[in-house]
């Protein structure tokens, strides 16, 4: 499985590259899961608001974050059903909306 620190932190992963974690995750029992990998296979390792491939693992732009989608904040818990995978930009210009000021933001910027 390639990481994102073999490659420049800006490589947005390849299909294959999705794929091979997607399994890798999925040959791990349940209850070994982590929230992130939990998260990455809920999401089938794209964000869920843009739907960029992102990375599992290493940092930079395509690297997966968790986004609250009711923010902290805003008393949202860090509970599964409050998280969202994230690209690392979405993550960062969503802040502190709600995911759904933010899914009207985006759906604002494709129509233009």
């Known amino acids: 499985m390639r990481q994102a620190r073999q490659f420049g932190m800006e490589d947005a992963p390849g299909e294959q590259d999705v794929l091979d974690t997607l ?7 349940p ?7 939990r998260l990455y296979l809920r999401s089938r ?5 843009c739907g960029r491939r992102m990375w599992l693992y290493g940092g930079g732009p395509n690297a997966v ?3 609250h989608a009711t923010p902290s904040s805003g008393g ?7 998280l969202r995978a994230a690209c ?3 993550n960062q210009r969503k802040g502190v909306m ?5 899914r009207a933001l985006l759906a604002a910027e494709i129509a233009v």
């Open 98 to 102: 709600s995911e759904a000021a933010f």
């Open 65 to 67: 974050t968790r986004d």
């Open 23 to 29: 399994g890798w995750i999925l040959e791990r029992p």
């Open 76 to 82: 949202g818990k860090g509970k599964p059903h409050n």
């Open 88 to 90: 690392f930009r979405c």
């Open 45 to 49: 390792g794209r964000c869920e608001y």
């Open 31 to 37: 209850a070994l899961r982590s929230v992130w990998q």
